[in-house]
Nanobody
Framework: QVQLVESGGGLVQAGGSLRLSCAAS????????VGWFRQAPGKEREFVAR????????IYADPVKGRFTISRDNAKNIVDLQMNSLKPEDTAVYYCAAGGPIATWELSQRAPRERSYDYWGQGTQVIVSS
């Protein structure tokens, strides 16, 4: 079992930055790939980014490419999501999730799928004002 707790959400003006953190406890966190998802009001939850268990492979959804950066520190059991140049459309509840490894050739297909993840946090709210 892995427990995940997100933090770092808040209210920010458009163009600003926030850094979200996902802290893990329980089973060996470094064995898991970690993804960030988000759910805006009235919309389905969508994939944002994923990082491999080593931290060496990352993948991003098109709307956040070039603006968001995912990173991890396995010694501290933390995965961060640095969000820059925020837009009002980034407003959502952000969730981190942990799942088993995904082969590189399957990453683009499987990383965005919620069923690729076994453990989920409770979410942290991000509001971007215009």
């Amino acid at each position: 079992q892995v427990q995940l707790v997100e933090s770092g959400g808040g209210l920010v003006q458009a163009g600003g930055s926030l850094r979200l953190s996902c802290a893990a406890s329980g089973r060996t966190f470094s064995n898991y790939g970690v993804g960030w998802f988000r759910q805006a009001p009235g919309k389905e939850r969508e994939f944002v980014a994923r990082i491999s268990w080593t931290g060496g492979i990352t993948i991003y959804a098109d709307p956040v490419k070039g603006r968001f950066t995912i990173s991890r520190d396995n010694a501290k059991n933390i995965v961060d999501l640095q969000m820059n140049s925020l837009k009002p459309e980034d407003t959502a509840v952000y969730y981190c999730a942990a799942g088993g490894p995904i082969a590189t050739w399957e990453l683009s297909q499987r990383a965005p799928r919620e069923r690729s993840y076994d453990y989920w946090g409770q979410g942290t709210q991000v509001i971007v004002s215009s």
